[in-house]
């Protein structure tokens, strides 16, 4: 059944890299690259996977005519992943600057994987390959609809209100045009029932809030694909992937400096589960083709984060449900114009669309309170609302802080008696000295526990969690 993967994977592996994309027969097509090639000034290029490039949005309406995560038809082996001693291999190597085995040749050290001259073949190995990659590919569609959504939704005049100009929304242009190379590799790799593009219901009024939207989306676009990447099977499509996901990094740090953010104020940026990526963007996916190829990871249930930093405020930590979706907790930019960054007039203040900006008052700073509430697990979520929320998690404890090199664990205060809702203090950590590990925008949960994990395991979590995660504007 493999067979056809396999011959054009192996083909992709012998030939110039660009002319290997023909791969998905099936799926490729057509209009895009009916164009390309019949223009006499464009070099011959491998075609783009076909599109629909028109859609509709808004919230589905409907009844889904199936429901649930993908689970395997062999059946499930346990209730969770249990914890081993550490591989006694993991630490023989010296590590003192010396060779200690034969080179293969000159110039080349020992070791390494993919390195003894075998062809790549850039395919799916595993089935935690597919699932990984049909996530990542579930992204791209999305960035790619949304990038000409908020240029088709707000007029020339809304972008310029908001400070950004025709050449910016050619770099917006320009980031979804690579969302459609970034689609056609992912779908190449993966074959004819790669995940096809959906319909998508956006929370975003106006540009601020789009750009706002733009910068949380690609910050877990980028961190969903490094919490799997060095996981993968498939080394060659990891390294493919990679490649798109350092020009992802990008897209994220150019929306926040539309948005008048500092562009990267962390030394890292941080990884999180596959269920964390899927948690948080299944709830813009309206619905999907009828015979799309559904994925198999958990939908956790909702969380706000009550006073979210408002980056559209001079203070932001003083904004207080001003957030206009759960999960992402995308900014409400409507604020009173005397608290309004835009077109304020001192530095340290203005938050126009800018290569950096200092910030006065932070957006957010250890020792602050924060106020949290979430669903119970059960709601219909996603495409089509086919996919219902999880939780395997006992009862609320703590809130986990998912950063640059750390997962952080602060107590949580429950309202009274009830259980979805309460509140934790922003703790104090730092990577390295001189970074503190809280900054940018980053991921938190509530949990049942505060097990020890590295970027490594952290999906190890995933049992513990109770609700989220949510993105915390926390600078
Ligand atoms: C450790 O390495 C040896 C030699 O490569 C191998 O035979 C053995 O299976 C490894 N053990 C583990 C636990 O991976
Ligand atoms: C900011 O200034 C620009 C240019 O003067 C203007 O078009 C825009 O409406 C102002 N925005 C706000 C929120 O005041
Ligand atoms: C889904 O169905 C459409 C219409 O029949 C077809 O064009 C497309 O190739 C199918 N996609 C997959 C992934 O099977
Ligand atoms: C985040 O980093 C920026 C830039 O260094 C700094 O101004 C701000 O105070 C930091 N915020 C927090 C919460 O540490
Ligand atoms: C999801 O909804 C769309 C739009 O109503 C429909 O075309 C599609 O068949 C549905 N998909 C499934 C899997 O039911
Ligand atoms: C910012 O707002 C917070 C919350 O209202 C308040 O505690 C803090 O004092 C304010 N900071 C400044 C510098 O005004
Ligand atoms: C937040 O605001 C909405 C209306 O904008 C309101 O329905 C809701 O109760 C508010 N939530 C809290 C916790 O204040
Ligand atoms: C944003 O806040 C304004 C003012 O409170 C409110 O009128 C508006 O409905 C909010 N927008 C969204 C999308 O919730
Ligand atoms: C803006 O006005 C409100 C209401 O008058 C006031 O509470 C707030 O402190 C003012 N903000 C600033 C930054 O002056
Ligand atoms: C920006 O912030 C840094 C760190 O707080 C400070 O050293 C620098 O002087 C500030 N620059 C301006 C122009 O405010
Ligand atoms: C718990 O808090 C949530 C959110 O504030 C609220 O909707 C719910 O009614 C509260 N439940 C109880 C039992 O007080
Ligand atoms: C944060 O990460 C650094 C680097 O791995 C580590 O040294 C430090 O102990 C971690 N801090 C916490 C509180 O986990």
Same mark, same amino acid.
């Not at 491998?46 to 808004?58: D, E, K, M």
């Not at 676009?221 to 499509?237: I, K, M, P, Q, W």
């Not at 009550?306 to 206009?324: A, D, H, K, V, Y």
């Not at 001189?434 to 949990?447: E, L, S």
């Given at each position: 059944?493999?067979?056809?993967?396999?011959?054009?994977?192996?083909?992709?592996?012998?030939?110039?890299?660009?002319?290997?994309?023909?791969a998905t027969?099936?799926a490729t097509?057509?209009?895009?690259?009916?164009?390309?090639?019949?223009? =006499?000034?464009?070099?011959?290029?491998?075609?783009?996977r076909? !599109?629909?490039?028109?859609?509709?949005?808004?919230?589905? !309406?409907?009844?889904?005519?199936?429901?649930?995560?993908?689970?395997?038809?062999?059946?499930?082996?346990?209730?969770?992943?249990?914890?081993?001693?550490?591989?006694?291999?993991?630490?023989?190597?010296?590590?003192?600057?010396?060779?200690?085995?034969?080179?293969?040749?000159?110039?080349?050290?020992?070791?390494?994987?993919?390195?003894?001259?075998?062809?790549?073949?850039?395919?799916?190995?595993?089935?935690?390959?597919?699932?990984?990659?049909?996530?990542?590919l579930?992204?791209?569609?999305?960035?790619?609809?949304?990038?000409?959504?908020?240029?088709?939704?707000?007029?020339?005049?809304?972008?310029?209100?908001?400070?950004?100009?025709?050449?910016?929304?050619?770099?917006?242009?320009?980031?979804?045009?690579? +969302?459609?190379?970034?689609a056609t590799m992912v779908s190449n790799i993966l074959g004819?029932?790669a995940p #096809?593009? $959906?319909?998508?219901?956006?929370?975003?009024?106006?540009?601020?809030?789009? %750009?706002?939207? $733009?910068?949380?989306?690609?910050?877990?676009?980028?961190?969903?694909?490094?919490?799997?990447?060095? !996981?993968?099977?498939?080394?060659?499509?990891?390294?493919?992937?990679? #490649?798109?996901?350092?020009?992802?990094?990008?897209? #994220?740090?150019?929306?926040?400096?539309?948005?008048?953010?500092?562009?990267?104020?962390?030394?890292?940026?941080?990884?999180?589960?596959?269920?964390?990526?899927?948690?948080?963007?299944?709830?813009?996916?309206?619905?999907?083709?009828?015979?799309?190829?559904?994925?198999?990871?958990?939908?956790?249930?909702?969380?706000? %984060?009550?006073?979210?930093?408002?980056?559209?405020?001079?203070?932001?930590?003083?904004?207080?449900?001003?957030?206009?979706?759960?999960?992402?907790?995308?900014?409400?930019?409507?604020?009173?114009?005397?608290?309004?960054?835009?077109?304020?007039?001192?530095?340290? +203040?203005?938050?126009?669309?800018?290569?950096?900006?200092?910030?006065?008052?932070?957006?957010?700073?250890?020792?602050?309170?924060?106020?949290?509430?979430?669903?119970?697990?059960?709601?219909?979520?996603?495409?089509?609302?086919?996919?219902?929320?999880?939780?395997?998690?006992?009862?609320?404890?703590? %809130?986990?802080?998912?950063?640059?090199?750390?997962?952080?664990?602060?107590?949580?205060?429950?309202?009274?008696?009830?259980?979805?809702?309460?509140?934790? =203090?922003?703790?104090?950590?730092?990577?390295?000295?001189?970074?503190?590990?809280?900054?940018?925008?980053?991921?938190?949960?509530?949990?049942?526990?505060?097990?020890?994990?590295?970027?490594?395991?952290?999906?190890?979590?995933?049992?513990?969690?109770?609700?989220?995660?949510?993105?915390?504007?926390?600078?």
């Amino acid at each position: 059944m493999y067979s056809t993967r396999i011959s054009v994977a192996a083909l992709l592996a012998l030939v110039p890299f660009a002319l290997a994309a023909p791969a998905t027969t099936s799926a490729t097509t057509t209009s895009d690259s009916a164009a390309a090639t019949s223009s =006499t000034s464009t070099p011959s290029a491998p075609p783009l996977r076909s !599109h629909p490039t028109s859609i509709s949005h808004g919230p589905f !309406h409907g009844t889904a005519t199936t429901t649930g995560a993908l689970t395997a038809a062999s059946g499930i082996l346990g209730t969770a992943i249990s914890s081993l001693p550490p591989n006694p291999n993991a630490t023989t190597y010296p590590s003192d600057g010396k060779l200690h085995d034969p080179q293969p040749a000159p110039y080349v050290p020992a070791g390494g994987v993919g390195t003894n001259g075998t062809p790549p073949v850039y395919n799916a190995k595993s089935d935690f390959d597919y699932e990984s990659l049909a996530l990542a590919l579930y992204q791209e569609w999305i960035e790619l609809d949304l990038f000409h959504n908020g240029l088709a939704r707000f007029s020339v005049e809304d972008f310029q209100a908001a400070g950004l100009t025709a050449e910016d929304r050619f770099l917006i242009e320009f980031m979804a045009d690579q +969302e459609i190379g970034h689609a056609t590799m992912v779908s190449n790799i993966l074959g004819a029932q790669a995940p #096809q593009q $959906c319909q998508y219901n956006y929370p975003y009024t106006n540009v601020r809030e789009f %750009v706002d939207f $733009c910068q949380k989306l690609t910050r877990f676009g980028e961190s969903g694909v490094y919490g799997f990447l060095g !996981h993968l099977d498939s080394r060659e499509a990891a390294t493919l992937l990679l #490649q798109s996901i350092t020009t992802e990094a990008r897209q #994220q740090m150019i929306f926040r400096q539309f948005e008048g953010l500092f562009p990267m104020p962390v030394w890292f940026e941080v990884g999180v589960p596959q269920s964390w990526a899927w948690s948080l963007i299944s709830p813009y996916i309206a619905s999907c083709p009828a015979n799309q190829t559904r994925l198999a990871w958990q939908n956790f249930p909702a969380l706000w %984060v009550l006073n979210q930093p408002n980056p559209e405020r001079i203070n932001g930590s003083s904004g207080f449900n001003e957030t206009i979706s759960a999960g992402m907790n995308t900014m409400n930019a409507t604020v009173p114009s005397n608290d309004s960054c835009i077109n304020a007039t001192t530095v340290g +203040e203005n938050c126009n669309p800018a290569i950096t900006h200092n910030r006065t008052i932070p957006l957010s700073f250890p020792g602050r309170k924060v106020y949290f509430e979430w669903e119970t697990p059960g709601k219909a979520v996603g495409p089509n609302n086919s996919y219902i929320t999880s939780s395997e998690a006992g009862s609320p404890k703590f %809130v986990a802080w998912v950063t640059q090199l750390n997962v952080t664990y602060s107590a949580l205060t429950l309202n009274g008696s009830n259980s979805t809702a309460g509140w934790t =203090t922003q703790p104090n950590v730092s990577t390295y000295q001189g970074d503190p590990a809280i900054n940018g925008t980053m991921f938190v949960a509530i949990t049942d526990d505060n097990p020890f994990l590295t970027p490594f395991n952290l999906s190890l979590i995933n049992p513990h969690v109770v609700a989220g995660p949510a993105l915390y504007q926390s600078g």
